[in-house]
């Protein structure tokens, strides 16, 4: 799929956009800030903090040493698919303090890509969950860090107990190709869906 000019000029050619809400979620420290920046076409909207000494006996940094800044309210980014289709990117933040914003950000999303880190699985469990019991579909990206074990879709299938339909995609979001196809994976998924009735 190759994406067309973003500019959209006139009002009338508004009209004719189909905007579409998809929320990019998963644990902390996953990469869901690093895939909006890396597809979004605008400037993405960031609300990154510094992490301090109040909330290194909050968060877990295990496997993530490195990470000095962690999202507060949400992450936004745009990417045009097509002349008809523009997806509107809502990353949310990763820890449970900020889990109220999850409740406003995800009225009116149509889908969401669960990214998950295999050195630290139990992280994306929540976001599971939360979209299981909202009847939000979604897909699992796992995000290939360095140096990080390589598991089949079985075992990641099992480890996290997704049925069969939940769809699981590899994915380096560090790669703007790479994150443009767990979204069109996305995409795939949701019309596959409304097309047969789930």
């Known amino acids: 799929m190759v994406f067309v000019e973003s500019e959209l000029g006139l009002h009338s050619e508004l009209e004719s956009v189909n905007a579409v809400k998809i ?51 949400l992450d936004f980014g745009r990417i045009t698919l097509s002349s008809e289709l523009v997806l509107y990117l809502f990353g949310t933040p990763g820890q449970d303090r900020f889990w109220f914003m999850w409740k406003e950000l995800s009225v009116g999303a149509l889908g969401a890509v669960v990214l998950i880190d295999t050195r630290r699985l139990e992280e994306c469990f929540s976001a599971v969950d939360y979209f299981e019991s909202r009847h939000i579909p979604f897909i699992i ?44 994976s996305l995409m795939e998924y949701l019309v596959a869906g409304a097309n047969s009735g789930v």
């Open 23 to 73: 929320l990019i979620a998963g644990g902390f420290g996953v990469g869901k800030t690093t895939l909006v920046t890396t597809i979004s076409e605008i400037a993405p909207l960031r609300t990154e903090e510094q992490l301090s000494a109040l909330s290194a006996s909050v968060d877990d940094l295990t496997g993530v040493e490195s990470k000095t800044t962690t999202t507060v309210a």
């Open 141 to 184: 990206g796992v995000n290939c860090f360095d140096g990080a074990d390589v598991y089949d879709e079985d075992e990641i299938r099992a480890a996290l107990d997704l049925s069969e339909q939940v769809e699981i995609r590899y994915c380096d979001v560090r790669d703007r190709e790479s994150a443009k196809q767990i979204l069109i």
